[in-house]
């Protein structure tokens, strides 16, 4: 088969295929690769369409899965931009430029700055790995303990004002820092684009200007399969949560205030952030997705408005409960999304796994905690190895399959899309609900009840309060008051009305009025008021009993009426409002805080707030670094098959992983000598059984899967043999053994890397 654009010179090839292969940045793998190939003139024979009935056939189905890890999708995002982005960014009347804080400390504390300090450790958990399994694990050998990589995750709410909003960072943005390489790589979501970007920050060193540049999503995704963070399970081996990690690193480092990162629950903090995180994902695919009845677009916009009424009751009631049993919500919103989701979806939605398994850099698979070899007997760079099954860029099954056959899956995904929001986009809808509700007189409804009430124990002032409700009608509750009023009401059924637990009650005394004992309670103080699943409020709460000879052990009959008011009406009226008048904002598209929070407050008539962070105005540009492909290695025939396979994720000027596609002719040919050694254990990997493999193959599953192929094939092939013995005759003619026992002598890391010292 003849290339359609073999009449053009090759320079201009190239050019093209650059420009090509940037547009073409949505498109599947495979495209890419085969895009620097196919454009240069190259073995256009072998390109597989998309349409190809054997790519269907030979390719695992992703379609259930939530996210599908052989579609990295483009690298620039495609709306919107980063949280690290909107927290980096300068914004003066000359423009807008990254501002990027050094040392690496004053960059956490410009991220605390922007949370509440409730939490503690200000909101941020922070871990040293000297010894771990990213792409930068070897920049710092052998001196592992004086550079290790700094891993820091954000877990608190964001500060807020009355005007601000905040930047919620919560479980939204992940830095490693690696100070032998002066580099960021950062993980941080992207609000408008409903989905994790990948940034690599680069010359993050004192008196340098910091360049920030989106990453190659085909690389990172390798690993971070569900696109979004990932981290190790217990007991964090390779973390200070190791206690010879820690007194290693102590040894070593002056400068780092290693105390400050040694909190042994850091890790657990940070693995429990990254589960978080990941769940976005499958949310945001069921948000935009599960509703969506392609035949009818208002029924779509229903669901997701009915959807959002219940996620703001279930906000307001301080993530207890919501008005399950209403009828729009399960008519528009279960009813839809049931259908959808049989449709879509009839085997479950697979969620990917962000757990690693635990690693041990002093060997075995878990923690040791003291004892072992002593620090002078162990090889540094030997330890660094990561073995085959441990591998972040193994495969991973789904971490669980979620299904929804009706009312009872729902209440997962109501708490879930809960989380796209602060927890102080409640308190102030919270507040200005019950601010609203008094001015205009919003209805109210009065349930009372007969009750007990006992001195407990006898001769204190401490009331028993207890309420048991008959032939279901009136008030069921237990609680305790003090004579001063205060106390707390453990349980509250008010029957179809549904249930409160724990509500805490302010200090208010007891008053005797004429022949009866009067307490006007009032719910304590807190952030959120005291309100039932359909979104009503307790506003007021009133017990009297007889003033009575009785012994004080003795429970004495009480009444009880308990106030309600429906100030939720307000927020239930401005979602139909919503619907009625701009609809769009229901419509197919990423669940955004800022979009839904700013159209409610407006429609509310609630005071303005910024919001971020669903737009990319007054911006620095988004930028990739691309590498410049050079004409005279790629038109080398005996290298084509390396440019074919290889180039997505080492034709790139990083040198993690070694780039060892980039430059001229000669360089190629140089990195590939120097690099065979490690490429045919790598290679030989695909044919060697699971159970004995050294390393994982390369390229990994996942390329080899997003290239257009399966494994079982691809194990079987001519370009797999061409590769093969290509570096297994540099490997020879550099003296050394092509069988894997031979060549492993030594162990892998005592192979040479795969860039020469440079």
């Given at each position: 088969m003849t290339s359609p654009l073999e009449a053009i010179p090759l320079l201009r090839m190239l050019d093209v295929a650059k420009a090509v292969i940037f547009h073409h940045m949505n498109r599947p793998l495979h495209h890419r690769a085969l895009l620097v190939a196919c454009l240069a003139g190259l073995a256009c024979a072998g390109a597989v369409s998309a349409d190809d009935p054997t790519l269907t056939e030979a390719t695992p189905d992703y379609a259930a899965w939530a996210v599908d890890p052989t579609a990295p999708g483009p690298d620039l995002p495609p709306a919107g931009r980063s949280v690290f982005d909107q927290l980096v960014t300068d914004r003066t009347a000359g423009g807008a430029a990254y501002r990027i804080p050094f040392p690496f400390w004053t960059l956490i504390d410009q991220i605390g700055a922007q949370l509440t300090q409730q939490e503690y450790a200000g909101g941020t958990r922070t871990t040293l790995i000297p010894m771990g399994r990213s792409l930068q694990r070897a920049a710092a050998a052998p001196d592992f303990f004086l550079y290790p990589r700094t891993v820091v995750a954000v877990t608190g709410e964001p500060i807020t004002s009355e005007h601000d909003a905040g930047l919620l960072l919560k479980d939204r943005l992940y830095i490693g820092y690696v100070e032998k390489t002066a580099t960021l790589e950062v993980i941080s979501y992207n609000e408008a684009a409903g989905r994790f970007e990948f940034q690599l920050v680069k010359d993050y060193r004192a008196g340098a200007q910091p360049k920030v540049f989106y990453a190659n999503r085909a690389i990172c995704t390798s690993c971070h399969q569900n696109q979004a963070p990932i981290f190790s399970v217990a007991v964090w081996s390779e973390t200070t949560a190791n206690g010879r990690v820690a007194t290693l690193l102590g040894s070593r480092l002056s400068a780092l205030q290693l105390p400050r990162q040694s909190n042994l629950d850091f890790p657990d903090d940070i693995n429990k952030a990254a589960v978080r995180a990941n769940a976005l994902l499958p949310l945001q695919r069921a948000w935009q997705h599960g509703c969506a009845d392609m035949a009818d677009r208002a029924r779509s916009q229903r669901c997701r408005a009915r959807a959002f009424i219940a996620l703001l009751q279930y906000g307001l009631t301080g993530e207890r409960d919501f008005d399950s049993g209403a009828a729009d919500y399960l008519r528009d919103f279960v009813g839809t999304l049931a259908k959808v989701w049989r449709e879509r979806w009839p085997a479950g939605m697979s969620v990917g796994q962000s757990d690693l398994p635990d690693r041990n850099p002093f060997g075995g698979a878990s923690a040791t905690y003291g004892g072992g070899s002593e620090e002078s007997s162990l090889d540094w760079t030997a330890a660094a190895h990561v073995p085959a099954q441990l591998d972040p860029l193994n495969p991973r099954l789904a971490r669980e399959v979620w299904h929804f056959a009706g009312a009872m899956d729902a209440p997962r995904l109501i708490a879930g899309w809960s989380k796209f929001f602060a927890a102080d986009d409640f308190r102030a809808l919270n507040a200005y609900l019950l601010e609203q509700g008094a001015r205009v007189g919003a209805p109210a409804t009065v349930y009372r009840g007969a009750c007990t009430v006992t001195r407990d124990p006898p001769a204190t002032s401490e009331l028993k309060l207890k309420c048991i409700r008959s032939h279901g009608i009136g008030v069921h509750l237990a609680g305790r008051f003090d004579g001063a009023g205060g106390g707390r009401i453990g349980w509250l059924d008010l029957g179809?009305?549904?249930?409160?637990?724990?509500?805490?009650?302010?200090?208010?005394?007891?008053?005797?009025?004429?022949?009866?004992?009067?307490?006007?309670?009032?719910?304590?103080?807190?952030?959120?008021?005291?309100?039932?699943?359909?979104?009503?409020?307790?506003?007021?709460?009133?017990?009297?009993?007889?003033?009575?000879?009785?012994?004080?052990?003795?429970?004495?009959?009480?009444?009880?009426?308990?106030?309600?008011?429906?100030?939720?009406?307000?927020?239930?009226?401005?979602?139909?409002?919503?619907?009625?008048?701009?609809?769009?904002?229901?419509?197919?598209?990423?669940?955004?805080?800022?979009?839904?929070?700013?159209?409610?407050?407006?429609?509310?008539?609630?005071?303005?707030?910024?919001?971020?962070?669903?737009?990319?105005?007054?911006?620095?540009?988004?930028?990739?670094?691309?590498?410049?492909?050079?004409?005279?290695?790629?038109?080398?025939?005996?290298?084509?098959?390396?440019?074919?396979?290889?180039?997505?994720?080492?034709?790139?000027?990083?040198?993690?992983?070694?780039?060892?596609?980039?430059?001229?002719?000669?360089?190629?040919?140089?990195?590939?000598?120097h690099c065979a050694p490690r490429m045919l254990v790598r290679l030989a990997a695909w044919r060697t059984p699971i159970e004995q493999r050294a390393k994982t193959p390369m390229p990994p599953v996942t390329a080899i899967q997003a290239l257009g192929t399966a494994p079982e094939h691809w194990m079987r092939s001519q370009e797999l043999e061409q590769l093969r013995g290509y570096v297994e005759s540099l490997t020879r003619q550099q003296g050394r053994p092509a069988d894997m026992a031979g060549l492993l002598k030594d162990g892998y890391e005592a192979l040479p890397r795969c860039l020469p010292a440079r």
């Open positions: 179809p009305a549904g249930q409160l637990r724990d509500i805490p009650f302010e200090h208010t005394p007891v008053q005797r009025v004429g022949s009866e004992y009067i307490l006007h309670a009032a719910a304590k103080g807190q952030t959120l008021a005291a309100r039932l699943p359909d979104g009503r409020s307790l506003t007021a709460f009133e017990v009297r009993w007889p003033v009575t000879a009785a012994k004080e052990a003795e429970p004495l009959a009480a009444t009880i009426e308990i106030s309600v008011t429906d100030d939720f009406a307000l927020a239930r009226q401005a979602v139909d409002r919503l619907l009625e008048k701009h609809p769009s904002v229901f419509d197919e598209a990423p669940l955004a805080r800022s979009r839904l929070m700013r159209a409610l407050s407006s429609e509310l008539g609630m005071p303005d707030r910024a919001w971020c962070c669903a737009d990319d105005d007054a911006m620095p540009p988004a930028q990739v670094d691309q590498a410049v492909v050079n004409p005279s290695a790629i038109a080398q025939h005996e290298l084509q098959p390396f440019f074919r396979y290889c180039s997505v994720c080492h034709l790139t000027r990083e040198t993690f992983p070694p780039n060892f596609l980039a430059g001229d002719e000669q360089e190629v040919a140089a990195n590939l000598r």
